[in-house]
């Protein structure tokens, strides 16, 4: 079967990969893909926003099926436009992206189902939501509406940072029209979870549970990034917790979707935060978290092309999803001075890696043959192992194999969630 992936990072790199193992598959087709993507698919410059182009380009080309991966173009309804000509695809409908793409539509719809969730108001009114912050509880967290690549979240630990965040939003729009609105939330407290799961608006699967690191430098200091490395699983999500999240989250999650008439097929990302009153929705996605795809795939065991094709069918019941009891960990190779300014173009060169290793691009152009950096966050370094630590170790070991000029990365991935198996 011909197969087309929508987008060009690292999360897509492990998608494909994953679906290249399934004998069903045949060709993919990466659009935009990047450089190093092209040793897996077909890269075809059209870029992951383009709708009109990359229905063109699946009409042409007789595509069979089309995994719509990044949050834009699932917001823009590219999988809308895709199943218009027919063409089958894994990813949700705009109506159901919402639940990414407006932050108050899905506080909206944890409040109204009862989701357990921060407290929040809702301000469009730049005014008002100044006066609120004056005594609104300290930390407090002020969130842009729309979609912001990762980044519209900010945790204001005083009362002008809460100001000065409301008027960057919505005022000098340094998220553009996503800030016109803002959520102001109550700062939650404990362990984050994030748990990936497969749903085709009624059955849910949820995969292996991970820990993201957010933050650019070591100890969770330094500036919010699109994620710096994982670990998979997440020691603090617990059975016990899994089954609290599965019966007050998950599924009331998905049946409310369908009650709305916005029924949700593909990946659904919960972002969790476990405090002390229990599991509480931090934000969803709708879509393979990123870094968190490359922690999480590399541990099924299952064909994910006969899982995708499932959801999208509506007969994810029917087939087995299953998950190695091995740990991951990822550890993400980004260039000196990521999130902010960051110089591109070093070649970068990939040594011999031991079997339990694997390493996805995220980054990077080919130029002349060579593979150069073209990015913030360049590549992902994951191994498996029979324990966490092991893992972690592992993918170091790996990461050390890996060289470009100008590289960064985080020494302590894994060391939180390690401390959590110790205690």
């Known amino acids: 079967m011909k197969i087309m992936v929508v987008g060009g990072g690292g999360r897509e790199h492990a998608i494909i990969k994953k679906l290249k193992q399934s004998p069903k598959v045949d060709t993919i087709y990466a659009l ?11 890269c075809v410059n059209i870029s992951a926003v383009n709708i009109p ?9 007789s595509i069979d099926f089309a995994v719509v991966a990044p949050d834009d173009p699932l917001v823009l309804g590219a999988v809308d436009a895709l199943e218009e000509i027919g063409i089958p695809c894994f990813g949700p409908r705009a109506n159901a992206a919402i639940i990414e793409g407006s932050k108050v539509f899905s506080k909206n719809l944890m409040k109204k189902f009862g989701i357990p969730t921060a407290q929040y108001e809702v301000f469009d009114d730049m005014e008002k ?3 609120y912050v004056e005594t609104a509880p300290i930390p407090t967290v002020i969130k842009a509406d729309g979609l912001a690549l990762g980044k519209g979240v900010i945790i204001a630990e005083t009362t002008e940072d809460a100001k000065a965040a409301i008027k960057s939003m919505m005022q000098d729009k340094v998220f553009g029209e996503s800030g016109s609105r803002v959520v102001i939330e109550e700062f939650l407290t404990g362990p984050e979870v994030s748990v990936l799961s497969f749903t085709d608006g009624k059955t849910i699967v949820p995969m292996v549970s991970s820990m993201d690191h957010k933050r650019a430098l070591d100890g969770d200091k330094g500036l919010n990034t699109g994620g710096m490395g994982t670990v998979a699983p997440n020691p603090y999500y617990t059975k016990e917790v899994a089954a609290e999240c599965m019966e007050k989250i998950f599924l009331p999650t998905i049946r409310a979707m369908a009650e709305l008439g916005r029924p949700f097929k593909g990946c659904l990302y919960f972002g969790l935060m476990i405090t002390p009153n229990g599991a509480k929705v931090i934000e969803y996605n709708c879509r393979f978290g990123d870094p968190e795809t490359q922690v999480v795939l590399p541990l099924l065991e299952s ?10 069918e509506e007969r994810l019941s029917e087939v087995e999803v299953k998950f190695s009891e091995k740990n991951a960990c990822c550890v993400v190779l980004a260039s000196k001075g990521y999130p902010k300014a960051y110089e591109k173009g070093f070649e970068i060169t990939v040594g011999e890696l031991a079997d339990n290793a694997d390493f996805y691009i995220a980054g990077a152009k080919l130029q002349d043959g060579k593979l150069l950096t073209n990015g913030g966050r360049v590549l992902n370094v994951v191994a498996k192992a029979d324990s966490l630590k092991d893992a972690v170790a592992d993918a170091y070991k790996a990461a050390e194999n890996i060289t470009f000029e100008n590289a960064y990365c985080r020494k302590d991935i894994g060391q939180r969630a390690l401390q959590a198996v110790k205690n």
């Open 303 to 312: 064909d994910l092309f006969e899982i995708m094709r499932a959801v999208s």
């Open 53 to 61: 182009e990359i229905v063109s380009f699946a009409k042409e080309n």
């Open 32 to 42: 935009p893909g990047n450089g190093g993507i092209a040793a897996d698919a077909e």
């Open 129 to 131: 939501a100044l006066a």
